[in-house]
């Protein structure tokens, strides 16, 4: 039995369940301020930022925005595809394409 | 259940995508088997796979669970209204199953019909068929991952998924403006212990989001009254 991967769930769980449920739950009394609001629709953006950019920057522990970087290369190939055609499968294969093409040439 | 068909290729090729980026990353089968089944969440279970697989503690993981599902505070605060009328016991499984799509075809009919009846069977219809399409792609995905060799790099898949859910946020400035502070600060500070870069850069991000957010409606405003002035 793995705790930590077991926390890990319940963890993730709660996240899950909190965010969705809470506001149902206390009803109408609670009432988010614009401030808040605004906040709150900005943190997954920027979560998903600084979760994304290092796994596409850093090479082997040191950073790299160089072309010579395929994760970088086929990250902005991706999201120029994505803008292109707003296709979310298109964005992925792309990426994942030009991945495998640095990994033959 | 209909009304959630056109999403349907998207959940298919999402959940294909994060059952292959779970295992690929080093997950144990059984355990991305369970956290698919009771999480419940595409995106937080991909961008968290890179802490997971990095050993962070729990609490962190949890935290960056919390903080990508924000958006959902928001959706349920809209949502609530809706629900009011529903039992204490019936209001958290709506929550629990509300998904991004669910959620704007729900409030796409809601303001076009006004409380209409069954509205809680209708959404949970339409959570429950994404659901199960969810699930079973998931698991294929987490199946047939074990027979993918690791060197095709399918774990790159998950980050390229949440590349297509973060890039239309960017189209909007403060979106852009969030993230452009956010990522250079997480990456310059990556070695700090317990994913403090991270939650640096999500503070400073959404510090930034906000003032040009705020800065934006602030000259809207003023645009407007001058036009007002002129008329």
Redesign the interface.
Known sequence: M?I??L???V??????????????????RFK?SP?L??????????????????????QEGA?NVSLTNP?LA??LA??AF??WKRS??G??AV??FV??AF?FF | MRASLPAT??VI??GL?TGVAMVKSGL?VH?AI??SL????G???L??L???VAGQ???I?????????????????S???W??AYS?RR??V???F?GDFTFAMFMQRVTREGEFAYRDAWFLGACGWNWLVWQVTSIVGILAATAIPS????Q??G?????????P??LEW??LA??????????LA?GLPFGL??FA??VA??AA??AV??AITRRKATVRQEGDELS
């Open positions: 793995n930590n991967m926390l890990v769930t963890g993730m769980v709660l996240a899950t369940f909190v965010t969705r449920a809470a506001m149902l739950l206390v009803g109408q988010l401030h609001e605004a906040g709150l629709r900005f943190a997954p953006v920027c979560a998903l930022a600084v979760l994304i950019v290092p796994e596409v920057v850093v950073v994760r086929a990250a991706a999201t994505l803008l979310m499968v964005c992925i990426g994942l991945v495998t990994r | 290729p998207g090729a999402w995508v144990a355990w369970v956290i009771l999480v419940y969440a995106s937080a279970q961008a968290t890179p802490l997971i503690p729990f609490w993981i949890s935290l960056a669970a919390f903080v990508t599902n924000l958006r959902f505070v928001i959706y349920s605060a949502l609530r209204r629900f009011e204490l209001r958290p709506l929550g629990y509300t060197e095709w790099g399918l790159f898949a980050t390229l998924a949440l590349l297509a859910l973060a890039v946020l960017c403060p979106g969030g993230a452009a502070v956010a990522a250079p600060i997480a990456v990556r870069g991270l850069g999500i991000g959404i989001a906000v957010d705020h």
